[in-house]
């Protein structure tokens, strides 16, 4: 059983900079495809991020490109997402999650093909 400990977030504004980190244990980390995801009150959880076990595949949310990024580092168990120009409407809680993949090379981007969730940490965009 895999526990996820998400950090970070917090109250920024418009413009700002973010990054939150999901750390990982009871598992080995390097044989799961972590995403992040966020949900707002009202809305479904949506895809922010995902990222395949080696790193070398990442997939993002239409919303978010080129803005986010996403990375992990396998020896420490610990997944990041560094979020640039934020937008009021980047205003969600952020949740981790994995899953167990055979594959190296893909992530998945529906919130149902994840096992594990985080709590997950608030994110506030103040305009």
């Known amino acids: 059983q895999v526990q996820l400990v998400e950090s970070g977030g917090g109250l920024v504004q418009a413009g700002g900079s973010l990054s939150v980190s999901c750390a990982a244990s009871g598992g080995t980390f390097s044989m799961y495809a972590m995403g992040w995801f966020r949900q707002a009150p009202g809305n479904e959880r949506e895809l922010v991020v995902c990222?395949?076990?080696?790193?070398?595949?990442?997939y993002f949310g239409n919303s978010v490109k080129g803005r986010f990024t996403i990375s992990r580092d396998n020896s420490k168990n610990t997944v990041y997402l560094q979020m640039n120009s934020l937008k009021p409407e980047d205003t969600a809680v952020y949740l981790c999650?994995?899953?167990?993949?055979?594959?190296?090379?893909?992530?998945?981007?529906?919130?149902?093909?994840?096992?594990?969730w985080g709590q997950g940490t608030q994110v506030t965009v103040s305009s």
């Open positions: 990222i395949s076990r080696s790193g070398g595949y990442t």
């Open positions: 999650a994995a899953v167990l993949t055979i594959s190296s090379t893909t992530c998945y981007p529906q919130a149902s093909q994840y096992r594990y």
